[in-house]
């Protein structure tokens, strides 16, 4: 399953960056039974990874990023279901989707979500993952370039529905300067009450790509990392923090000591969810 021919194939595929997506699936395909605690019981991953025909086991190899990844999913879910109970028409964005599908999760039967990612990633997507109904929007988007709000036609009047955005392990691939954009866009556009949901590596990950047991697999590098938690609102004066979110901290014993430690130390989370929103 792990053959030579089928991470070629992979490459052809995906590029580097895109190829990540690969970790999330994998684990949200295979990760339950390994972490039952954790389940999401991902109905679309498997049959996915089986249509693409690509080897996956070593990122199962990795059990640390499988956990974080159905953590993470679970704390996502959680916030966004928060969201849409105080919004229950609201539209849902998963910036950088991949072959996630967060709306088997958040249907709500009266919101509605859009999935957006590059190109060649909403191509794949089309290939093996079904269509969803009409609440259900796909687009291709480059977020590194600024204009993605109107780009994927989100609303723009501050007094408008608020939207819920996800983006989800994707600012961690971008330059710091694109992530300051599209933070900037965010709070620039969003309509009041609106939230953004993302998860943040720290400084030190940054150009260290090679050293972890899941992305050095793929050739991506990590360009951003957080050094201070005022980057996150510096961008834009409507953006505020609304909350952190740890996903690590139950790993096991040594995580339980090390991550709440790192935050204190160094004032940023090592890795974790932040919930950004705008003011009026
Ligand atoms: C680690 S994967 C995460 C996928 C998905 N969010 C998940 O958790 O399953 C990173 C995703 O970000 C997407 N991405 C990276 N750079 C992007 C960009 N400039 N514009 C849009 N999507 C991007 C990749 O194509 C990839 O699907």
Same mark, same amino acid.
């Given at each position: 399953?792990?053959?030579?021919?089928?991470?070629?194939?992979?490459?052809?595929?995906?590029?580097?960056?895109?190829?990540?997506?690969?970790?999330?699936?994998?684990?949200?395909?295979?990760?339950?039974?390994?972490?039952?605690?954790?389940?999401?019981?991902?109905?679309?991953?498997?049959?996915?990874?089986?249509?693409?025909?690509?080897?996956?086991?070593?990122?199962?190899?990795?059990?640390?990023?499988?956990?974080g990844v159905?953590s993470r999913t679970r704390v996502f879910c959680e916030l966004a279901?928060g969201?849409?109970?105080?919004?229950?028409?609201?539209?849902?964005?998963?910036?950088?989707?991949?072959?996630?599908?967060?709306?088997?999760?958040?249907? #709500? @039967?009266?919101?509605? !979500?859009?999935?957006? *990612?590059? &190109? +060649?990633?909403?191509?794949?997507?089309?290939? $093996?993952?079904?269509?969803?109904?009409?609440?259900?929007?796909?687009?291709?988007?480059?977020? #590194? @370039?600024?204009?993605? !709000?109107?780009?994927? *036609?989100? &609303? +723009?009047?501050?007094?408008?529905?608020?939207? $819920?955005l996800i983006c989800e392990g994707l600012l961690m691939?971008?330059?710091?300067?694109?992530?300051?954009?599209?933070?900037?866009?965010?709070?620039?556009?969003? &309509?009041?009450?609106?939230e953004l949901l993302c998860d943040t590596l720290?400084?030190?990950?940054?150009?260290?790509?090679?050293?972890?047991?899941?992305?050095?697999?793929?050739?991506?590098?990590?360009?951003?990392?957080l050094?201070?938690m005022?980057?996150l609102?510096?961008?834009?004066?409507?953006?505020?923090l609304l909350s952190e979110h740890a996903v690590m901290d139950?790993?096991?014993?040594?995580?339980?000591?090390?991550y709440?430690?790192?935050r204190?130390?160094?004032?940023v989370p090592l890795y974790g969810i932040i919930r950004l929103?705008?003011?009026?």
């Open positions: 399953m792990n053959s030579a021919p089928a991470r070629q194939q992979q490459e052809q595929a995906l590029d580097d960056v895109s190829s990540t997506l690969l970790i999330p699936l994998a684990a949200r395909a295979f990760g339950d039974a390994m972490f039952p605690a954790q389940a999401v019981h991902d109905a679309y991953a498997a049959a996915a990874l089986q249509r693409l025909k690509i080897g996956v086991s070593h990122f199962l190899d990795d059990p640390a990023s499988v956990y159905l279901h969201f849409f109970d105080r919004y229950p028409r609201a539209l849902g964005v998963n910036l950088g989707c991949g072959l996630a599908w967060y709306f088997q999760w958040l249907d #709500r @039967r009266s919101n509605r !979500w859009l999935d957006a *990612d590059v &190109p +060649r990633v909403m191509a794949l997507r089309k290939r $093996l993952l079904p269509a969803g109904g009409k609440r259900l929007g796909h687009a291709d988007v480059d977020l #590194r @370039r600024p204009g993605w !709000w109107r780009q994927l *036609d989100l &609303p +723009r009047r501050r007094d408008g529905s608020p939207v $819920l691939y971008l330059e710091a300067e694109e992530v300051q954009c599209l933070l900037h866009e965010f709070g620039e556009h969003a &309509p009041a009450g609106s720290c400084w030190l990950a940054a150009g260290r790509a090679a050293m972890h047991p899941s992305v050095r697999h793929t050739h991506a590098q990590f360009r951003w990392g050094r201070r005022a980057e609102t510096e961008p834009h004066p409507r953006l505020v139950a790993y096991d014993f040594s995580s339980s000591l090390s709440p430690t790192f204190a130390l160094y004032g929103g705008v003011s009026g």
